[in-house]
């Protein structure tokens, strides 16, 4: 294989990236074709029109993590049950023959489950499998932050377990969506105090419903400038999220995701005296190369 | 006064009542013409479309609670700061003059602060003071599920404060907007045993953001149907507000609001062993009666 089209092609978005056979980012492309988007059949036209041409080149080969691998997506990839690394993962890579004389497969996702109820991830695995590759890493805990954020435990360069978290979905309903919005300005930029100082709210013990709550009234009262409410109720809810994760990073906790959520979780992470390091997307990458090794293995049959 | 036109008059719709001197209700109306439906100006024609008749029975007087005295309404009569009684609320209720010859007076709402915070409510207040009337208690733990649900604490006859939980916003967004509208039927009859297992679930110490995106999970792995996840959300939000409140109720806990949402605090505080009571409508119009003994005494000028 010469060249590999690492694809994460999530619900809303997709990014893809053209890597040599070292791993080396040649040329990377975004579109908003996430697979919401995508009508019923319409996967192969939709990937050839956006990858055609770098699949033409010689030995082109193209791995797709994400959502397009769920029942919503092209192809359905069922999930790999945790603990799972590399290896477990990389066996249940499936197939793709929709399109003649391309060489497609998708990465699935993995399952968690926490007293009889399931959790699951599509995507971020191959992040942390890649962040893992980056950082040399083989023990940690790693947070993907995102509309639907994933706290994991890794061990022994397994996921042993994890936990999602629907804190960018929270953010995005309360700010746009519920009273809140009469009075917030949700494209104001980050101010870092007015948000440390909902990271301190979120820990008074009386909960996320009672203390959203206060932003209606902050600034009702005028008591927070409204260019700084979006901050606080952000950081009201990230704060609520470290209070309630149970995991206890011994060292640094790895981010992964872009850089304006990472920014906050490093924000609030070292308030309490925790160390981080982030990575973007290119742990999606590392973490596709990677994988592509079991391309040619043997593999469990679809 | 033989006639007393009582009106809860809040953001999305309003309630009013004729009473007679002794408190009786002799007819009810409810209408959807909330505060946010009625234009600049526009009060006093509203008003006197819906209870004009009432007014020109003789010697009838209009008092009113509710959204209807924010500034966002047809008069602002400013909070009243907890803790706070029927003397200190009656003191500042504010006569309204837009109606030639009509007798029409405003209920405050109630303010509170914690930490900084404050903390608002408006038309609880009387349903409180008419709960107080109607049970002859002047101590307890009196909660009000809602959009914006209240939990008061009285001591003496007064509330001597309260906090407010979103909870009633929140399962809106959650079971309209977010990723979980997807597979939960929001309009499905309540299930009590789904109902209490989200109740349960909310109490594992990982909190809403995390415990929320298993009713999402659930339905994916088919692990509940569809017709009792909306149940499950439900037990999700409210044991989370359980959970997070601090008042401790020594006796019963006074629940006021509509049947569909205290039938459900009922059977979540029942569960902890907490003993409840509820009142409806009828709390509403006991408190606008025993507040409108204040309409002929001296008050604050507005």
Redesign the interface.
């Known amino acids: 294989m010469t060249r590999l089209v690492a694809i994460d092609w999530g619900t809303s978005s997709l990014r893809g990236a053209l890597l040599d056979a070292s791993g080396k980012v040649l040329e990377e492309r975004n579109d908003a074709r996430g697979i919401l988007t995508v009508p019923e059949g319409g996967f192969p036209a939709v990937f050839d029109k956006l990858f055609g041409d770098w699949m033409r080149l010689e030995g082109a080969r193209c791995l797709i993590s994400g959502m397009a691998g769920s029942k919503q997506g092209w192809v359905e990839a069922p999930y790999c049950a945790c603990p799972a690394g590399r290896v477990e993962v990389g066996r249940k890579i499936i197939d793709i023959d929709a399109v003649a004389g391309a060489r497609i497969a998708i990465v699935p996702g993995l399952s968690d489950e926490?007293?009889?109820?399931?959790?699951?991830m599509r995507g971020e695995e191959v992040q942390i499998f890649g962040a893992m590759e980056l950082t040399g890493l083989s023990e940690g805990v790693f947070v993907l932050p995102g509309t639907?954020n994933k706290w994991a435990s890794v061990k022994k360069g397994r996921v042993a377990g994890f936990?999602?978290?629907?804190?960018g979905?929270?953010y995005a309903?309360?700010s746009q969506?519920?009273?809140l919005a009469r009075t917030l300005d949700a494209s104001a930029p980050l101010d870092e105090a007015a948000f440390l100082e909902g990271v301190t709210?979120s820990e008074?013990?009386?909960?996320?419903?009672?203390n959203?709550?206060?932003t209606r009234?902050?600034a009702?009262?005028e008591?927070m400038p409204k260019e700084e409410l979006s901050s606080y109720l952000s950081g009201l809810?990230i704060g609520?999220?470290l209070?309630?994760?149970?995991l206890q990073a011994s060292g640094e906790v790895i981010l992964i995701g872009s850089s304006n959520l990472t920014e906050r979780y490093t924000l609030a992470l070292r308030a309490t005296g925790v160390a981080t390091r982030t990575l973007g997307a290119e742990a999606t990458w590392a973490g596709l190369h990677a994988l592509s090794g079991f391309l040619d293995s043997d593999r469990t049959p679809a």
Chains 1, 2 share one sequence.
């Open positions: 926490h007293a009889g109820v399931p959790d699951v639907h936990r999602t978290y629907m804190t979905e929270f309903l309360l969506h519920s009273i709210r008074n013990g009386h909960g996320l419903l009672h959203a709550f206060g009234t902050l009702l009262f008591r809810l609520e999220e209070r309630t994760q149970a």
